[in-house]
């Protein structure tokens, strides 16, 4: 099986951070299981070790650099433990990453395709993950339940649909004070206008936009932070459908 890269170094310069020992085998071990996993379900075209590495760890944490540098996250606090949900999670990213970099934080999965969720169950006894649920469904629905509405401190989404659309899917999600954090490649002004007055109808605001380089291919990416300042209104997020068809 193929070693991942450590790249001690490119974490600490990059996002202040570097794995432990142990976090270091549990995301060697999980490439190992989407590998493996890949034969039968169609998990990611991204094999190479240092692809991997690149495009789904250092990706999935670089959008949760600001909560690492912070150590509010990570450790600090004993007493603090954030929920996270990962919307469309897909093979587990940025989802399974952030539970294994941030270990306080417990975090939930969502997607709505019942093979990828079942997979995560079948892979987390190996990673020894204690901190991760699983949640089958739309995010459309999930987010008029009363136990998941307005309930997570912190909503990834990464790849999913257009940002508007993103913001639509998360802020409901959160809790007031609650950040939101999509991940995109490329961002233009022109975005940004229709970001903001979606934003604005569901109760939050541009926090801010990071544009950054990756380390390996020297790709550009953005992240977006959203954060919940009002009350989302109760008819977002609208029925399953509505919100890629009608766009805010």
């Known amino acids: 099986m193929p070693l991942l890269p450590e790249m001690t170094d490119v974490w600490q310069q990059t996002l202040n951070w570097r794995p432990s020992v142990q976090q270091q ?6 490439y190992e299981l989407i590998l493996e ?6 998990l990611t075209r991204i094999t190479d070790p240092q692809e991997f590495w690149e495009k789904h760890l250092w990706d999935s944490l670089r959008g949760v650099a600001p909560l690492l540098r912070d150590g ?5 606090r004993e007493e603090f433990s954030p929920a996270f949900i990962d919307i469309g999670t897909g093979a ?4 399974i990453p952030v539970a294994i970099a941030l270990p306080n934080c417990s ?5 709505s395709t019942r093979k990828k969720i079942a997979f995560i169950e079948k892979i987390l006894p190996f990673l020894e993950l204690t901190n991760v649920k699983l949640l089958t469904g739309r995010v459309e629905e999930i ?3 009363p136990h998941h509405r307005e309930n997570y401190d912190v909503a ?15 802020l409901p999600l959160l809790k007031q004070d609650g950040l939101a954090i999509i991940y995109r490649g490329n961002w233009t002004g022109d975005e940004n206008k229709a970001l903001e007055n979606a934003v604005k109808q569901l109760g939050g605001v541009i926090e801010s936009i990071e544009k950054f380089t990756t380390p390996l ?16 209104p109760a008819k977002f997020p609208r029925p399953v459908g509505v919100p890629t068809q009608k766009p805010l």
Not at 72 to 76: E, K, L, N, S, T
Not at 156 to 168: G, L, M, N
Not at 217 to 232: F, P
């Open 25 to 30: 085998a549990q995301l060697q071990r999980l």
């Open 37 to 42: 996993g890949n034969q039968k379900l169609n």
């Open 72 to 76: 509010v996250m990570g450790g600090d």
């Open 92 to 95: 587990g990213f940025p989802g």
């Open 107 to 111: 975090i939930t999965l969502l997607d």
């Open 143 to 145: 987010g008029q339940q």
């Open 156 to 170: 990834t989404i990464r790849a999913v649909a257009t940002a508007s659309v993103c913001a639509e899917y998360a």
């Open 217 to 232: 291919s020297h790709s550009i990416r953005h992240c977006l932070y959203l954060r919940k300042v009002a009350a989302t």
